[in-house]
């Protein structure tokens, strides 16, 4: 069965770091696409930012400059989003996602961390 657990949420200061973790397990996530996605009460799920399996990445341009999307290549079970300089915009419930192929709607998801940026 495969599952994503999201970790590392938490409370920071404007201004301030964080860094998510999505660890997955069930299957060989090596060729997956996986993708952060956030969201807020009351408004639709916002992606944040992919990565593939040859390292290639993208983010949005509302956190470009600040997010940076990883993988652990030794093991190819855990991605991480480092953000920097957070906003308080930046508050969300955080998701990872995965797929295996190109198109098409993500089909697993993690359970979500909260991340709450305060002034």
């Known amino acids: 069965q495969v599952q994503l657990v999201e970790s590392g949420g938490g409370l920071v200061q404007a201004g301030g770091s964080l860094r998510l973790s999505c660890t997955a397990s069930?299957?060989?996530?090596?060729?997956?696409?996986m993708a952060w996605f956030r969201q807020t009460p009351g408004k639709d799920r916002e992606f944040v930012g992919f990565i593939i399996a040859n390292g290639i990445t993208g983010v949005v341009p509302a956190v470009k400059g600040r997010f940076t999307i990883s993988r652990d290549n030794a093991k190819n079970t855990t991605m991480f989003l480092q953000m920097n300089n957070l906003e308080l915009e930046d508050t969300a419930d955080y998701f990872c996602?995965?797929?295996?192929?190109?198109?098409?709607?993500?089909?697993?998801w993690g359970q979500g961390t909260q991340v709450t940026v305060f002034s």
């Open positions: 996602a995965g797929k295996m192929r190109v198109k098409g709607e993500y089909e697993y």
């Open positions: 069930g299957d060989d996530f090596s060729s997956y696409r």
